[in-house]
T-cell receptor, first 111, second 113 residues
Framework: SQQGEEDPQALSIQEGENATMNCSYK?????LQWYRQNSGRGLVHLIL?????REKHSGRLRVTLDTSKKSSSLLITASRAADTASYFC???????????FGAGTQVVVTP | DSGVTQTPKHLITATGQRVTLRCSPR?????VYWYQQSLDQGLQFLIQ???????AKGNILERFSAQQFPDLHSELNLSSLELGDSALYFC????????????FGSGTQLSVL
């Protein structure tokens, strides 16, 4: 079963625009992570936000977390064609192995 | 390059057969995770090992088994294969048991014909 649900399922934007995707989850978490997957390749960790944090930045990435609404958002600013990928949120409740991935948002950035 | 090595990259086999997927974690990482990714099920957690011991099981079928060896490499064994087992199988590793920041291999694409 999947804990996180991303929205939208797919997103198409032009280079230079911002891309925003959301993740909702159901149970309490220790942290929430975002990963990127280029077509058919392994996932790459992007950023981790802990349950006691509200916002975090890493380069062109901004993540917010609202534990009261059980939701998170990932913003990619000034997108580039190289940002074309699927983006997954993953929730961690701190238990062994319990890193649960959502279904992902497929982002296409056109030049 | 994540530092996690998976072999083989592609595997084509027939129903009823048995295959072994191999994973070498990043140097120093103690946790190894196996995930299955398919179009209909998404990314499903199968099993986690930490320093040679099984620590968590997810949606792993009884036909599937895994182990982590003393040198920390891991193998995922899939037997009595069915068409529905066709998927991309990922191994990931992390430095400790906290599930924070997993490093994924490139995956093994399994096709069961």
């Amino acid at each position: 079963s999947q804990q996180g649900e991303e929205d939208p399922q797919a997103l198409s934007i032009q280079e230079g625009e911002n891309a925003t995707m959301n993740c909702s989850y159901k149970t309490s978490i220790n942290n929430l992570q975002w990963y990127r997957q280029n077509s058919g390749r392994g996932l790459v960790h992007l950023i981790l936000i802990r349950s006691n944090e509200r916002e975090k930045h890493s380069g062109r990435l901004r993540v917010t977390l609202d534990t009261s609404k059980k939701s998170s958002s990932l913003l990619i600013t000034a997108s580039r064609a190289a940002d074309t990928a699927s983006y997954f949120c993953a929730t961690d409740d701190g238990s062994w192995g319990k890193l649960q991935f959502g279904a992902g948002t497929q982002v296409v950035v056109t030049p | 390059d994540s530092g996690v090595t998976q072999t083989p990259k592609h595997l084509i086999t027939a129903t009823g057969q048995r295959v072994t997927l191999r994973c070498s974690p990043r140097s120093g990482d103690l946790s190894v995770y196996w995930y299955q990714q398919s179009l209909d099920q998404g990314l499903q957690f199968l099993i986690q090992y930490y320093n040679g011991e099984e620590r968590a099981k997810g949606n792993i079928l009884e036909r599937f088994s895994a182990q982590q060896f003393p040198d920390l490499h891991s193998e995922l064994n899939l037997s009595s294969l069915e068409l529905g087992d066709s998927a991309l199988y990922f191994c990931a590793s992390s430095v400790d048991r906290t599930n924070e920041k997993l490093f994924f291999g490139s995956g093994t694409q399994l096709s069961v014909l």
